[in-house]
């Protein structure tokens, strides 16, 4: 069996207020929270099977580098959904502005920027 992705940890400025919008808009449920590493506080989100640790190191945190311009930087993150257009209803409601619409072979995808400045792919291969 091939290994699998499980979960990505990314630094937020509050990872209650973050987890909330990501449950909101992905039907996602908290896995975990609590206190983390140094003084720091992480909340897991997402499903039974992987998750985002939304991670606060209890500290001040410098701002987001420029995507797509730095090694090991987040670019983005993907995420696969059953319905795109109900998702990006959900998104657009929420206040985000989906963009950089496509459709690829084999699936469709919009792109937004969400809470903190981290942009999401949304895509559905149906």
Same mark, same amino acid.
């Not at 084999?106 to 919009?110: E, I, L």
């Given at each position: 069996?091939?290994a699998?992705?499980?979960?990505?940890?990314?630094?937020?400025?509050?990872?209650?207020?973050?987890a909330?919008?990501?449950?909101q808009?992905f039907?996602w449920?908290?896995?975990?929270?609590?206190?983390?590493?140094?003084?720091?506080?992480?909340?897991?989100? =997402?499903t039974?099977?992987?998750?985002? @640790?939304? +991670?606060? #190191? %209890?500290?001040?945190?410098?701002?987001?580098?420029?995507?797509?311009?730095?090694?090991?930087?987040?670019?983005?993150?993907?995420?696969?959904?059953?319905?795109?257009?109900?998702t990006?209803a959900?998104?657009?409601?929420? =206040?985000?502005t989906?963009?950089e619409? @496509?459709n +690829?072979e #084999? %699936?469709?995808?919009?792109y937004?920027?969400?809470?903190?400045?981290?942009?999401?792919?949304?895509?559905?291969?149906?």
């Open positions: 069996m091939p699998r992705l499980e979960h990505v940890n990314i630094a937020v400025p509050d990872p209650k207020a973050t909330a919008v990501l449950n808009l039907d449920t908290i896995r975990w929270e609590g206190a983390a590493l140094g003084t720091g506080y992480s909340v897991h989100v =997402g039974d099977d992987d998750y985002i @640790a939304l +991670y606060n #190191p %209890g500290h001040d945190m410098k701002p987001p580098a420029a995507k797509y311009r730095h090694w090991a930087g987040l670019n983005h993150i993907g995420v696969v959904v059953e319905d795109l257009d109900a990006e959900r998104v657009r409601k929420a =206040g985000f989906p963009q619409h @496509a +690829y #084999p %699936g469709r995808r919009f937004f920027d969400g809470p903190d400045g981290v942009e999401y792919e949304v895509v559905a291969y149906t």
